[in-house]
């Protein structure tokens, strides 16, 4: 009888390198990220983790599709937040065109080489996306809500083999972060 191995998918939906599971070798790098949202009060709102390596705007849809805040009594979820202040990193066209479909404020600084190139095209340049200073210094929360995490050990130092392992140390460390709030 042949054995027939089935590949196995990752968080990320690609089939993992059989050759590297012998004993001892991680599964999940050293350089595993957790990627989040968080609300104004420093608790996360969603969580998933990818490898390290990984673009940071390649995660932005992702993380802000899992974003599900209960409404008191009933009815559903909400899943749109308010506004969404980030970093550089995500200044660009895909992610820009994603808010403004779903209609969420935003204010992401742009960067000095998109904004030479739309200088450099003259009177056909566009106008500048809009940018609020008072909503982008809020924008540290996140920073902070990674910080909260990390202060989990078993976080900060990435030690679990397996992505869904590392996975859960972090959601438990998230309930943790809104169970004391």
């Known amino acids: 009888m042949s054995r027939v191995q089935v590949p196995l998918l990752t968080l990320e939906g690609e089939a993992p390198d059989l050759r590297k599971r012998r004993s001892g070798a991680s599964s999940c790098p050293e350089l595993a990220k957790p990627r989040l949202s968080a609300d104004g009060h420093c ?71 998109s904004q030479a190139a739309r200088l450099r095209k003259g009177s056909r340049r566009g106008r500048p996306p809009g940018f609020d200073e008072k909503r982008y210094k809020k924008r540290n929360t996140v ?28 959601t438990a460390a998230a309930l943790t972060i809104w169970l004391r709030a």
Do not use: M
């Open 43 to 113: 608790r996360p709102l969603s969580l998933i983790v990818t490898a390290g390596q990984r673009a940071d705007c390649t995660q932005f849809i992702p993380v802000l599709e899992k974003i599900r805040v209960p409404r008191s009594g009933t009815g559903r979820p909400r899943k749109k937040p308010d506004s969404v202040a980030a970093d550089k990193a995500y200044s660009n066209g895909p992610c820009r065109e994603y808010l403004r479909h779903r209609g969420i404020r935003h204010t992401i600084p742009e960067k000095t080489d």
């Open 143 to 170: 920073e902070r809500a990674i910080n909260r995490l990390k202060q989990h050990r078993a976080v900060a130092t990435r030690y679990d083999k397996r992505h869904y392992v590392y996975l859960g140390t972090a």
